[in-house]
């Protein structure tokens, strides 16, 4: 298997982004007095964990890499906490949202696990 030569290659990152996307066009129907709070603390957590992953992808040393990938990890479970809000204020049913980022989070893992084996 030949080696991703830019993050942009990786299917991880692709899930993420097309993930991110999801989350903007959600989010764009909200309500305007959400625009300061949630809309754009989603925004910001689940726009993270595709920089994160895309910055940790450049870096030389192993233990740079996991240690920008463990961010992403911690904006996974961040995004996951605001997924779960919207769905209890009854903005949007986020269930399917929930599992996308469930599989984005697994294959993470994998990803670092690998990293660590290399």
């Known amino acids: 298997m030949e080696r991703s030569k830019c993050f942009e290659d990786v299917i991880l990152?692709?899930?993420?982004?097309?993930?991110?996307?999801?989350?903007?066009k959600m989010t764009s129907e909200f309500p305007k007095s959400e625009i300061y709070g949630i809309t754009s603390q989603i925004r910001r957590a689940e726009v993270s964990i595709?920089?994160?992953f895309a910055e940790g992808f450049q870096k030389k040393s192993n233990t740079d890499k996991l240690r920008y990938y463990n961010i992403a990890q911690g904006s996974i479970n961040e995004t996951k906490y605001y997924l779960i809000l919207i769905m209890d204020l009854n903005y949007f049913d986020t269930t399917i949202l929930i599992e996308e980022l469930k599989e984005v989070g697994k294959m993470l893992s994998s990803y670092m696990i690998a990293i660590k084996k290399y």
């Open 50 to 52: 595709s920089a994160n």
């Open 13 to 24: 990152w692709q899930k993420a982004h097309k993930f991110v996307l999801s989350i903007y």
